[in-house]
T-cell receptor
């Protein structure tokens, strides 16, 4: 079955520092992959998606992610974190034969001044 | 503005008292679904609907019902809520490109 794993439950970074959030996937074929962000008290917002083609994907809010088939990873990055990036981040993959997204358990990002 | 709306946003109720959480979209998407979010478990799908009058179970359907009588609305019904249904609930729809768009969430507490 398709799934994603986010190994980091909580990450703390200083404002202005770079960020990388890890996502590992398990998928039988070329996956579709998504990153969502959930700000406190908010719903989930799509940051970016990978379907095919260029393995470096640009998203909103200055985020990017790189698909690496050899490592089964789709890590989310941002070169300089802002305090407003404090949120929970979810990686997701469609479930083959089903009609839903399988979400990772999320990584909570704390940004310190 | 394209959006998915849910009501109520917060609800506290007692065990066994039937409740309905409404979900409405103005995006004309055929696919809609409900998720619950619990700490350490991420989001899990409860039910989904591929189109009007077509609904199917997700990963955690027990204790829930849904209906899809019209394209824009997809209410979630708890006939007899129990404390283990205390959770944060999200309605979502989906475009043809597979990405899902989420409502703001409904925080339900069952005592």
């Amino acid at each position: 079955a398709q799934s994603v794993t986010q190994p980091d439950i909580h990450i703390t970074v200083s404002e202005g520092a770079s960020l990388e959030l890890r996502c590992n996937y398990s998928y039988g074929a070329t996956p579709y992959l998504f990153w969502y962000v959930q700000s406190p008290g908010q719903g989930l917002q799509l940051l970016l998606k990978y379907f095919s083609g260029d393995t470096l994907v640009q998203g909103i809010k200055g985020f990017e992610a790189e698909f690496k088939r050899s490592q089964s990873s789709f890590n989310l990055r941002k070169p300089s974190v802002h305090w407003s990036d404090a949120a929970e981040y979810f990686c997701a993959v469609p479930q083959t034969g089903a009609n839903n997204l399988f979400f990772g358990t999320g990584t909570r990002l704390t940004v310190i001044p | 503005e394209a959006q998915v709306t849910q009501n109520p946003r917060y609800l506290i109720t007692v065990t066994g008292k039937k409740l309905t959480v409404t979900c409405s979209q103005n995006m004309n998407h055929e696919y809609m679904s409900w998720y619950r979010q619990d700490p350490g478990l991420g989001l899990r799908q409860i039910y989904y609907s591929m189109n009007v009058e077509v609904t199917d179970k997700g990963d955690v359907p027990e204790g829930y019902k849904v209906s899809r009588k019209e394209k824009r609305n997809f209410p979630l019904i708890l006939e007899s809520p129990s404390p283990n249904q205390t959770s944060l609930y999200f309605c979502a729809n989906r475009s043809g490109g597979l990405e899902q768009y989420f409502g703001p969430g409904t925080r339900l507490t069952v005592t």
